[in-house]
Structures are given as C-alpha cells and as structure tokens.
C-alpha cells in the first residue's frame, strides 16, 4: 500500500510559479509510475502530466507544455511538478498519483493523495 502526500500548493498572481511536492511511502516507489491530475470546481479530474520510471518518459497534457516541469527523484521517494507562468484556468486541487503504465486516464492510477489547492488570480 502506496501512501501519497502532496505539498507546495498555494495562491499566485498570474504569471507566477509554484512547485508542487508529492512524497510516497509505503511501497517502492521506483517500481511505480507517477502522475499529476487536476480537478476544478464542476469539472472532471484530468491529466496533467505523468513521469514513467525511467527518465525520458514523460508526458503532460498541451495546455501545460512548455510551462510545467515534472520530476522524480527515486532516493527521495519524491516527485515534483514545477509550474510556471501559471494562469487562472490553472486554478484547481492538484492530485499525486502512483500506478504502474504511463496514461492520461484517471483509474489507470492505483494511489491517490488527498490533493493541494493553487489558486492562480488575474
């Protein structure tokens, strides 16, 4: 059992930055892929971006390419979501997610953590 807690989350003005942590415990976490969703009030949970286990496969959704970074660092059981130049459509609870394939879909991912709130203001 895969326990997963997010941090980092927070209120910016557009066009400001924030860095978003999700720290594991309870499995090994190299063995697993790591997603980031989103989910904005009336609106369905959606794909941000997803690191695999190794390095070169990473995949974001288009509305966030070019702005937002995702990482991992395996000795640290973290994985990090840098946001840049964030607008208010950003606006949403951000959601660490754990599975074992690279994919956009939601209930491909097995853990979840509770979620942080960033609130992007125009």
């Known amino acids: 059992q895969v326990q997963l807690v997010e941090s980092g989350g927070g209120s910016v003005q557009a066009g400001g930055s924030l860095r978003l942590s999700c720290a594991a415990s309870?499995?090994?976490?190299?063995?697993?892929?790591m997603g980031w969703f989103r989910q904005a009030p009336g609106k369905e949970r959606e794909f941000v971006a997803a690191?695999?286990?190794?390095?070169?496969?990473?995949l974001y959704t288009d509305s966030v390419k070019g702005r937002f970074t995702i990482s991992r660092d395996n000795a640290k059981n973290t994985v990090s979501l840098q946001m840049n130049s964030l607008k208010p459509e950003d606006t949403a609870v951000y959601y660490c997610?754990?599975?074992?394939?690279?994919?956009?879909?939601?209930?491909?991912?097995?853990?979840w953590g509770p979620g942080t709130q960033v609130t992007v203001s125009s």
């Open positions: 997610a754990a599975g074992s394939a690279v994919s956009r879909v939601p209930n491909q991912y097995d853990y």
């Open positions: 309870g499995g090994t976490f190299s063995n697993y892929v």
């Open positions: 690191h695999g286990r190794i390095s070169f496969s990473v």
